[in-house]
């Protein structure tokens, strides 16, 4: 706790004061007496004292400045600031912490950084959203300074119902209790009634991947397409535009495309239901001339190593000054793109990768930073730098076992993997609920997904359009309607998996489930992994 370590400091230091006025007094005897000062000071030792209690007094300030205790404002909108909070052994976790408040300040909110052992009830129940980033060590016990918080918080029994939370377990798969304090620290967290941003997000011996899925979505998160760098770049592979289709002409909301992709050369490689691709993006050609008529390049400029200067302006972020720099220097500073992350919507059987990604604008009118590469600026052939990334959270489960697949918007790409996967496999008991805006615009798949029905292989199919007036506004309200239902197939050992937004359906599902089904049964369901999201 923050506040009885201020009690101290102070305590300490009217000590100390106490201690000089006591010196002081018994000084003061000398002074009033005659010939206490056997000659007056020479001009330069007046100026050596001064100079001496000038560094005292501005080494007094920096040591205030440092410890002093700092007001945390809220944003804008009069919400507290963003909690993040680290337990570390060996200072990664601290690590992460800090480029995670970094990359949300950059994005414009505000944060506030603790360490585990600074936490308390209050703390949490003020807070409105909290981010903990927690390390496992020795067999699955926590950091040392996090016991604190185990003895002092964790037997509390404060309801924690207004905060949102997210958790960044780090661990070492090698050892039999694998993220457990992360695991640990989730479970009483959701005990309390604080609902997930998003599932628990396991790193395995700082594992590059899991690391830029989580700056992901701090990204989401923070509600923002910011250019903030990955921690760790993705390798990525070639692959070619082989086609691309609008699929919701006069829809209100957004253009969604449909996009499907070949490796630029060799076989298509193979991957699961739930899966990732991260899209390395790149500038369009026009704003990257412009940037370099604006800026006295030439077109063919080439760096030392041969490199055109545009092919790197292409995959970088544009500074906005380059004046009086020379080549070289230019290239060593220039950072880039950030990755971006989409479900893939395809299985290997069907012969190519096919994403679905909605058309972003960013406040100033322009394409997203990645959605007007993909939807704008390619063409069938382009090439596009890619990386298949594991999903393990979102993988099927086994084809015996009943399926309820909920998603809204583009979150219908990686359910309609699942479905593919399902009917590669054999499985019928497959229940899918959907939402989107109007059915005359917005049934992404929905010819296919209504086939699929009509043969057998989709046992319950819910779409909702929220705009037509239906019986159902949002397919949260579907769900609910059906809890009989989904108690039935829970019982019979069904697995949800969720895909879609992170803000309004994804809690408002969770809701419906709690309700549903108790909380015990519900917090059963996230423990044997029946339960899963992937929101965005």
């Not at 924690?160 to 050892?175: E, H, I, K």
């Not at 030392?304 to 500074?319: I, K, N, T, Y």
């Not at 159902?472 to 809890?483: G, I, N």
């Amino acid at each position: 706790m923050s506040t009885p370590r201020f009690n101290r400091a102070l305590f300490g230091n009217l000590a100390v004061i106490a201690v000089l006025v006591a010196v002081a007094v018994l000084l003061l005897r000398l002074h009033l007496g005659e010939g206490w000062w056997l000659a007056s000071p020479l001009p330069w030792q007046w100026w050596s004292a001064a100079g001496v209690g000038a560094v005292y007094a501005f080494a007094c300030f920096v040591l205030w400045w440092r410890v002093r205790p700092r007001k945390e404002l809220a944003r804008d909108t009069g919400q507290p600031p963003l909690l993040i909070v680290w337990a570390s052994q060996t200072g990664f976790a601290r690590q992460l912490a800090e480029r995670s408040a970094q990359s949300l300040r950059a994005a414009g909110h505000a944060t506030r950084l603790r360490a585990l052992d600074q936490v308390d009830a209050a703390l949490l129940g003020s807070s409105h959203q909290a981010l903990f980033i927690a390390s496992t060590t020795g067999e699955g016990d926590p950091p040392d300074h996090a016991l604190a918080f185990l003895r002092r918080v964790m037997p509390q029994a404060s309801a924690l119902p207004g905060l949102q939370y997210a958790v960044l377990a780090l661990g070492d798969r090698s050892y039999e209790h694998y993220c457990a304090f992360g695991h640990q620290l989730d479970a009483w967290l959701r005990a309390h009634g604080a609902q997930p941003l998003f599932d628990l997000v396991e790193v395995d011996n700082a594992d590059p991947d899991a690391l830029r899925h989580w700056q992901q979505l701090l990204g989401q998160l923070g509600g923002t397409t910011s250019n903030v760098p990955d921690w760790s770049a993705p390798e990525y592979q070639p692959w070619r535009l082989q086609s691309r289709q609008l699929l919701n002409p006069d829809s209100v909301g957004g253009p969604v495309f449909h996009l499907a992709l070949q490796p630029a050369e060799g076989a298509l490689p193979s991957w699961q239901a739930g899966d990732i691709a991260e899209i390395g993006p790149r500038q369009s050609t026009a704003a990257v001339q412009a940037w370099m008529q604006a800026h006295g390049f030439d077109p063919g400029t080439r760096l030392p190593d041969g490199r055109l200067l545009g092919e790197l302006l292409a995959a970088s972020q544009l500074p906005e000054h380059a004046a009086d720099i020379d080549i070289a220097a230019l290239a060593a500073q220039l950072r880039p793109l950030p990755h971006r992350e989409y479900s893939i919507a395809s299985m290997p059987g069907e012969g190519n990768l096919q994403l679905m990604l909605r058309r972003q604008l960013r406040p100033d009118g322009q394409p997203g930073l990645a959605s007007g590469w993909l939807c704008d600026y390619t063409q069938p052939g382009d090439r596009i730098d890619l990386r298949l990334r594991s999903n393990a959270n979102f993988h099927p489960p086994a084809a015996d076992v009943p399926l309820i697949l909920i998603g809204n918007g583009t979150g219908i790409a990686g359910l309609r993997a699942h479905l593919r996967a399902r009917i590669d496999a054999g499985a019928r008991r497959n229940w899918l609920l959907f939402g989107e805006r109007n059915l005359a615009h917005d049934f992404h798949f929905g010819d296919e997904l209504q086939q699929w029905q009509r043969e057998g292989w989709i046992e319950h199919l819910d779409a909702v359009f929220s705009r037509d007036g239906g019986a159902f506004h949002y397919v949260q309200d579907a769900l609910a309607a059906h809890a009989p239902r989904l108690r039935e197939w829970i019982d019979h050992g069904a697995t949800v998996l969720v895909c879609g937004s992170l803000q309004g359906m994804a809690p408002a599902v969770d809701a419906v489930i709690l309700d549903a089904l108790g909380s015990e049964a519900h917090e059963a369901l996230r423990i044997a992994g029946r339960y899963r999201r992937d929101v965005y």
